[in-house]
């Protein structure tokens, strides 16, 4: 007779057998879109989707296919949820793939062109780990931004010359507005003229401000008179009007660890095209940002095409090409709260000012912080966050482990300093969109390798401020080699005063300020019809050497300045 304790572990081991063999089965489960998409749903296939990533849920899937061809989605059966974006605006957004919480999850597409109608953010990524994305391209029937054909120019007044297929139009109570947008401000803040021909800002072209509120009469054929006094625009060219919102990134990275994402379009979105806040590790390979073909748009993206705020681990942008945005193409950068008390020994109470900054909670127990003076980007000291209190979007009580000194006054500035993400950026095309290329700002080694610029202000930019924007920057550790700069700088005078340059907002005690350390130029090529080469301030060790200067005539500079090498209160200069 067998023993019943043999026969335990013969069930026992059988048990495990079947266990192990079910999880090896869900850890390598795929699941096809395809399976869930039926003819009746052909025009909208959200409702697809959705369960397609609740059984990767549930079934513990690590890939789902997307078939090949447009899939048209709408934002009906979408997901929901209430998003604070940094450098975007807050909402509740609808989501097509909400991949929240997700982990060793791969989209995997074969040209899969996800055309969307609507409202819908296409991907959001929170708490999201291990996660490629890979072969989607992204599109909107209708865009979030307008553009007209530049028709007549006079003193007063343009007359303009719509495609109404592409972009509707109406004229309401005397204002111009546009159709499929939401109501009021009309959904455009700024205008810009575009160089026809060579598709890209025009040539010393600068913003013009209306906020949705311009005057406009219909004269019929799909042209509209606008009034706007003193606007300087060239007939035939384009003016394209740039998106009010940033309400619809196309890929949100929140708080995610170890996200790729590769042969990815984003032929437009209403908002950034990639943004990652308070994640480690993201790398975009062989991504575009580019005008979708064969619709005759001279705008991608409504904002910028990446953007990384408060990220760690490394940050990496490898052969991708980023064109036509209507912002920069990356901004790398910590976040500046403002103290608005001071509660002594130990406890600040601290405010996110600026409004695409709500929300935007970063400060954790044991997190090592800064506090900065705000006007001149002066370190006051060091401190350690024994406890957090989150008041509203706004405000944030924070309890320090040691006591804070005299010097710490309100309107200081304060931001983390625990980690900072290594950046490399190579073998990337970067042009004709508005403004600038990289703004630079982590201070871990940041590459900038072999990439080509044609861009309308300063390719390479050194920002962070503790009055408007509050973005902390102050890099360490900068080598920018091999790359090609093509006569940059042929937009406006507000985009950049060089091809590398310094914009920080230090406002006082220069002399004594060094925001910036340790950047090395070499082994670049610079064609430049600008003679400006370099301007920097408040900057420590600075090489420029090996550098091939190549002067054309290819636009006509008309500005003041005329100096190459421009370098005020900086110490450790070195240009050969």
Known sequence: MRNKSVDCLIVTIVMSVVSMLLSCENQSKTIFLNDYITSDIQDDVMPAIRNAIEDCNRLKANKLVLPSGHLQIKPDFAFERYCFVTNNDEGLKRIAFDLSGMEDIEIQGDDTHLDFIGYVVPF?????????????????????HSEAEIVNVQKDFVDLKFDKDEFPYEIRNGLLSFANKPTGSGFYNSLLEFDKQKREPAHDAVDYWADGAVKAVDLG????????????????????????????PAFIISDCRNVLIKNTNVFHSGGMAFVAQRSMDVELNRCKVTPAPGKNRVLSATADATHFANCGGFVKLTDCLFENQFDDATNIHGIYCKITDVVYPDKLIVKLVHEAQHGFYFFKKGMKIEIVDNQSLAHIEDAVVDEVNIINKVYQEIVLKEPLSAFVEKGFVVAQTS????????????????????????????????????VPGSPIYFEGDG????????????????????NCGFGSPSWGKATVAVGSGIWKDKENCRYHKNIRVHDNVFRHFDPRIVNIYCVDSFDFYDNILIETADYQYNQMKKEAFITTNCDNINIK
């Open 419 to 454: 980690y900072y993400p290594e950046v490399t950026i190579k073998g990337c095309t970067i042009r004709s969109n508005r403004a600038r290329g990289l703004l630079l700002g982590s201070r871990a080694k940041i590459v900038i390798d072999s990439n080509y610029f044609h």
């Open 221 to 248: 054929n799909d042209c509209v008179r606008m009034f706007y006094d003193g606007m300087k625009a060239t007939p035939d060219n384009i003016l394209v009007f740039g998106c009010g919102h940033r309400l619809l």
């Open 124 to 144: 959001l990524l929170n708490y999201s780990n291990n996660v490629v994305i890979d072969g989607v391209s992204i599109d909107y029937t209708t865009p979030f």
């Open 467 to 486: 009055s408007y924007w509050f973005e902390q920057s102050g890099v360490r550790d900068v080598e920018i080699t091999r790359n090609v700069f093509d």
